[in-house]
């Protein structure tokens, strides 16, 4: 996680892409050259790491604004993405929003949604639920 904590405090943080950029924010807001930042170690909620991922895995934040051949230039934004509907809010908006707000451009033009594969009874496929098919069954 981007978060910098200022000497130790659990209450100010810095915001940065880097420890670099942190420092220059953390003078900014008036703390010494000298100020001990310490980056969160905790990883991503998945709902919100998964907004990261049409830019962050073709490596975002690295390469942002790199002139030439990197993968970000290559492969982001792409054309389309294919999906369920039941994650629509969850996963697609999520990676709508992010990528326009931190790339400036969305992550894909089009959103093909399929149906999904229901149990017998009608409810959601799902591990936890214990109600899914090995495909080695099938």
């Avoid at 991922?53 to 030439?68: I, K, L, M, R, Y």
Wanted: hydrophobic share 35%; glycine share 10%.
């Amino acid at each position: 996680i981007p978060v910098w904590y200022v000497n130790g405090s659990e209450t100010e943080y810095i915001v940065a892409r880097n420890e670099e950029e942190a420092r220059e924010k953390a003078t900014e807001a008036g703390h010494g050259e000298d100020a001990k930042l310490v980056q969160e170690e905790d990883v991503l909620d998945t709902w919100f790491s998964s907004g990261l991922w049409p830019f962050a895995t073709v490596g975002w934040p690295q390469t942002e604004g790199q002139e030439g051949p990197t993968d970000l230039n290559r492969f982001y934004p792409g054309t389309c993405l294919e999906t369920g509907y039941d994650i629509l809010f969850f996963w697609v908006a999520r990676m709508a929003m992010m990528g326009l707000e931190l790339t400036g451009k969305a992550p894909f033009d089009v959103v093909y949604l399929h149906g999904l594969v229901r149990a017998p009874d009608g409810s959601k496929m799902s591990k936890t639920k214990g109600n899914v098919i090995d495909p080695l069954d099938t």
